[in-house]
């Protein structure tokens, strides 16, 4: 199946400084992606979808301000966390569909990333 | 809005057959997936339901009822390795996830 890559896995930061993940399609462009945040034993929200050469759009009761997103390319979607806080601490995971197989195809995941802000 | 509904935990003996609902109110419908993740890992594609009916994949099965909304994923001779969380997720463009359902397997 397709590959979608996400970096960092795990990272740990300072209360105020901000954070970029990063999400790549491997071997396939993806016009959208969507970035996710799952709490412990919960299921995963959706935050925003990111579309290439265009703004995100963002769920309601997320913050845009807060979160930037910027999909640069067909392969490269990144989600900033700016100012963060230990209450963004959470699992963050991106996703992606192959920009050639419709509104039916699956969903590749990110391997997601451990935010810890400390 | 967006209403997806899944039982929180269940458990099953090695060997056994489990089945996980799914029950849905959306907005919009374009399609069922399954999802098995593990703990600490990103999800994994299992199934997609897009008409009713059964689809069938190895040990794994996923059915799909869209006049009652209604789904659900059947696992076959269960193995230890598939003690994780199984999420539906309804397809509209972007996928709305239920909660999750977290199996485990004994021995």
């Known amino acids: 199946g397709a590959v979608v890559s996400q970096h960092p896995s795990r990272v740990i930061c300072k209360s105020g400084t901000s954070v970029k993940i990063e999400c790549r399609s491997l071997?396939?462009?993806?016009?959208?992606m969507f970035w996710y945040r799952q709490f412990p034993k919960q299921s995963l929200m959706l935050m925003a979808t990111s579309n290439e050469g265009s703004k995100a759009t963002y769920e309601q009761g997320v913050e845009k301000d807060k979160f930037l997103i910027n999909h640069a390319s067909l392969t490269l979607s990144t989600l900033t966390v700016t100012s963060a806080h230990p209450e963004d601490s959470s699992f963050y995971i991106c996703s992606a569909r192959d920009v050639q197989g419709g509104m039916n195809t699956e969903a590749f995941f990110g391997q997601g990333t451990r935010l810890t802000v400390v | 809005g967006q209403n997806i509904d899944q039982p929180t935990e269940m458990t099953a003996t090695e060997g056994a057959i489990v089945q996980i609902n799914c029950t849905y109110q959306?907005?919009?419908?374009?399609?069922l997936f399954w999802y098995q993740q593990h703990a600490g890992e990103a999800p994994t594609f299992l199934s997609y339901?897009?008409?009713?009916g059964l689809e069938e994949k190895g040990r794994f099965s996923s059915f799909l009822s869209r006049s009652k909304g209604y789904s659900y994923l059947l696992l076959k001779e269960l193995q230890m390795k598939d003690s994780a969380s199984y999420l539906c997720?309804?397809?509209?463009?972007?996928?709305?996830f239920g909660a999750g359902t977290t199996v485990t397997v004994r021995a």
């Open positions: 339901n897009v008409l009713d």
């Open positions: 997720a309804v397809n509209d463009y972007k996928l709305s």
């Open positions: 959306t907005s919009g419908f374009n399609g």
């Open positions: 071997d396939f462009q993806a016009t959208t």
